[in-house]
């Protein structure tokens, strides 16, 4: 079992940064391969970025490859997301999330995470 919280959005100008924060709880951080996911008012939850238990593995979505970086720090119990060069399509509810095993090709599937934390909204203007 762990806990999530995340923290971070806010309102931005297209072009802009921001740096989300996932904090933890519960059980040990490092146990845990995480996820950043995103959604929309009406669209299914879409995945953003994935980085392994040790951070050796990370993948990205296409639409934020080059944006986005994904890290932890396992013993700061966070996982973030800096997000440089937003786009007014990156807005959205962001949700942080954490899978029990390894998940391999299945790491931008919501559906294989157990944990979710409860969201922070991240808008960017044009």
């Known amino acids: 079992q762990v806990q999530l919280v995340e923290s971070g959005g806010g309102l931005v100008q297209a072009g802009g940064s921001l740096r989300l924060s996932c904090a933890a709880s519960?059980?040990?951080?490092?146990?845990?391969?995480m996820g950043w996911f995103r959604q929309v008012p009406g669209k299914e939850r879409e995945f953003a970025a994935f980085i392994s238990r040790s951070g050796v593995s990370i993948y990205y979505a296409g639409s934020v490859k080059g944006r986005f970086t994904i890290s932890r720090d396992n013993a700061k119990n966070t996982v973030y997301l800096q997000m440089n060069n937003l786009k007014p399509e990156d807005t959205g509810v962001y949700y942080c999330?954490?899978?029990?095993?390894?998940?391999?090709?299945?790491?931008?599937?919501?559906?294989?995470?157990?944990?979710w934390g409860q969201g922070t909204q991240v808008t960017v203007s044009s």
């Open positions: 519960g059980r040990t951080f490092g146990s845990y391969p």
């Open positions: 999330a954490a899978a029990e095993g390894d998940l391999y090709r299945d790491y931008g599937s919501p559906g294989r995470y157990q944990y």
